[in-house]
């Protein structure tokens, strides 16, 4: 049941992140242009959401076992920041659109400019987060064996 369950908010993660990204896309853009973008980068796109997932899935394994162990918490605290990064890089160039002023057009006109090299840093923090608690989960395994 804690499988499921954990690949249920995985999923519900993965859709999350869509409606997100979405959203976001289509209130600055308009839908023709959300749907531009992601048929141009679905690959970026689809990787970062599946790899929010996947950690969302394993961070709420991890968490169950950890809760119905009385085990500490202390683990768990690092790993949010991963998915959070991958959002802010994949969707960050799309805020010129609405916020032309002082500074932060020049800023994130650059942003836009490295639009691949962002999708790449979020892919390579979901691969590290993954990574990260994959190997807590395992450690947790091998030691509730012994």
Known sequence: MVVIT????GALGVAVLFGV???LVT???GWNF???QFFSYWYYIVGLAFGFGVQIGLYSYLRSLIFSNNISRKPLAVSGATSTVAMVSCCAHYLANILPIIGIAGFLSVVGQY???LFWVGLVFNAAGI?????KLKKFINEKRN
Not at 131 to 135: D, L, M, W
Request: no cysteine; glycine share 10%; charged share 10%.
């Open 21 to 23: 990204y979405f959203s």
């Open 27 to 29: 209130f600055i853009s």
């Open 6 to 9: 954990s690949i249920f908010k």
């Open 131 to 135: 990574i990260y608690i994959g190997g």
């Open 34 to 36: 959300a749907l531009s």
């Open 115 to 117: 639009q691949i090299e």
